[in-house]
């Protein structure tokens, strides 16, 4: 009797870490883009600002730089057209530059890391003023100020190509932006 339990409970271990695997192993499917970011046309993009300490160290410029060079980006390869006025915009897109507080546990051995700057772009709804979506992406440290303004450029250059992602109506699901 103890060798069919034993055997019993060996097959329901081995069933139950199969399932458990195969839950692991299949990709999660990611939610659907707000068809309101799809069909959008136009956009006006609002500086939402640097959060203090950024500039003109670790990254060269001022604070408007973020916005600036965002504009400048979406200008040039974008499919949207950008307005001056929100009234006039079927998606407000707010961009700002965070720089997190530190880590709530600095026990390196237990593996916290350092927060990194980041861009966090809020897209809103115009009418309705909901957010729709929200991206981030995160600026790698560097010892030099080059360095700095290089993963700048990356980071930014990422995030432009995951807002023209979502108006193509994929969902972007590499841990660095998130449906809302």
């Given at each position: 009797?103890?060798?069919?339990?034993?055997?019993?409970?060996?097959?329901?271990?081995?069933v139950?870490?199969?399932?458990?695997f195969?839950?692991?192993?299949?990709?999660?499917?990611?939610?659907?883009v707000?068809?309101?970011?799809v069909?959008?046309?136009t956009?006006?993009i609002?500086?939402?600002g640097?959060?203090?300490?950024?500039?003109?160290?670790?990254?060269?410029?001022d604070?408007?730089?973020?916005?600036?060079?965002?504009?400048?980006?979406?200008?040039?390869?974008?499919?949207?057209?950008?307005?001056?006025d929100?009234a006039?915009?079927?998606?407000?897109?707010?961009?700002?530059?965070?720089?997190?507080?530190?880590?709530s546990?600095?026990?390196?051995?237990?593996?916290a890391?350092?927060?990194?700057?980041?861009?966090?772009?809020?897209?809103?709804?115009?009418?309705?003023?909901?957010v729709l979506?929200?991206?981030?992406?995160?600026i790698?440290?560097?010892?030099l100020?080059k360095?700095?303004d290089?993963?700048?450029e990356?980071?930014?250059t990422?995030?432009?190509?995951?807002?023209e992602?979502?108006?193509?109506g994929q969902?972007?699901?590499?841990g660095?932006?998130?449906?809302?």
């Open positions: 009797m103890n060798k069919f339990r034993f055997a019993s409970m060996a097959v329901a271990m081995l139950l870490g199969a399932a458990a195969c839950q692991q192993a299949a990709p999660s499917a990611a939610g659907p707000p068809g309101a970011i069909s959008a046309r956009i006006f609002s500086n939402g640097s959060d203090a300490g950024l500039f003109p160290s670790p990254f060269s410029g604070a408007n730089r973020p916005y600036s060079e965002f504009y400048k980006a979406l200008q040039a390869d974008s499919h949207y057209q950008i307005v001056s929100p006039q915009a079927d998606l407000v897109l707010e961009l700002r530059l965070v720089a997190p507080l530190g880590p546990n600095p026990n390196k051995a237990q593996g890391p350092d927060p990194e700057p980041q861009f966090r772009l809020e897209i809103y709804d115009r009418k309705t003023h909901y979506w929200t991206l981030t992406r995160s790698r440290w560097a010892v100020q360095t700095h290089r993963n700048f990356d980071a930014l990422q995030l432009v190509k995951d807002f992602a979502l108006g193509n969902s972007i699901t590499a660095t932006s998130s449906g809302s």
